[in-house]
T-cell receptor, first 111, second 116 residues
């Protein structure tokens, strides 16, 4: 399987704390994206980082990419209860049109 | 929100029956994808399309076929449904993969299929 993996599988933190989740992937990529899914809904795009970038910020989100280790991390700072959701990374394999998703991290932010 | 509609949203069927799920977009995006989501597996790519009549297999394509006869519609067919195909199916679209546009995927709300 080409599917990537994320860890932890589940994370529970207090409101105001930072949440970090990690993604590992298996192939050469063009870009890596992070998505959020609220229970039972479709996924929503959060941020994209290209293979020649190492770090990117968007609001309270910070993404890093290490292509030598085939890994990425998503940091959500100052978490809010509304951040409770599942988070997925997705990679586009070089030379293809395929987007492959990781297994996801379930984040619970306690008020 | 991107204009993506999946139908039906919920379906219960019996083993051995054919099932077709439809993904309709109003965005004129070139790329369309079908994923299934199961507990512990995240999203897995079934098939995708990179243009009208241009499709290819994903990670878990066995037992599924697709067709795209016009830009706006991407159909996923289970020729003979099995209980292992009970899942939530998501359609996604993308305008571009590089250059102009972010390459982000826009998702439909999902179709929940139960095969008894």
């Amino acid at each position: 399987s080409q599917q990537g993996e994320e860890d932890p599988q589940a994370l529970s933190i207090q409101e105001g704390e930072n949440a970090t989740m990690n993604c590992s992937y298996k192939t050469s990529i063009n870009n890596l994206q992070w998505y959020r899914q609220n229970s039972g809904r479709g996924l929503v795009h959060l941020i994209l980082i290209r293979s020649n970038e190492r770090e990117k910020h968007s609001g309270r989100l910070r993404v890093t990419l290490d292509t030598s280790k085939k890994s990425s991390s998503l940091l959500i700072t100052a978490s809010r209860a509304a951040d409770t959701a599942s988070y997925f990374c997705a990679t586009r394999t070089s030379g293809t049109y395929k987007y492959i998703f990781g297994t996801g991290t379930r984040l619970k932010v306690l008020a | 929100d991107a204009g993506i509609t999946q139908s039906p949203r919920h379906k219960v069927t019996e083993t051995g029956t054919p099932v077709t799920l439809r993904c309709h977009q109003t965005e004129n995006h070139r790329y369309m994808y079908w994923y299934r989501q199961d507990p512990g597996h995240g999203l897995r790519l079934i098939h995708y399309s990179y243009g009208v009549k241009d499709t290819d297999k994903g990670e878990v394509s066995d037992g599924y076929s697709v067709s795209r006869s016009k830009t706006e519609d991407f159909l996923l067919t289970l020729e003979s449904a099995t209980s292992s195909q009970t899942s939530v199916y998501f359609c996604a679209i993308s305008e571009s993969l590089s250059g102009q546009g972010s390459g982000e995927l826009f998702f439909g709300e999902g179709s929940r299929l139960t095969v008894l």
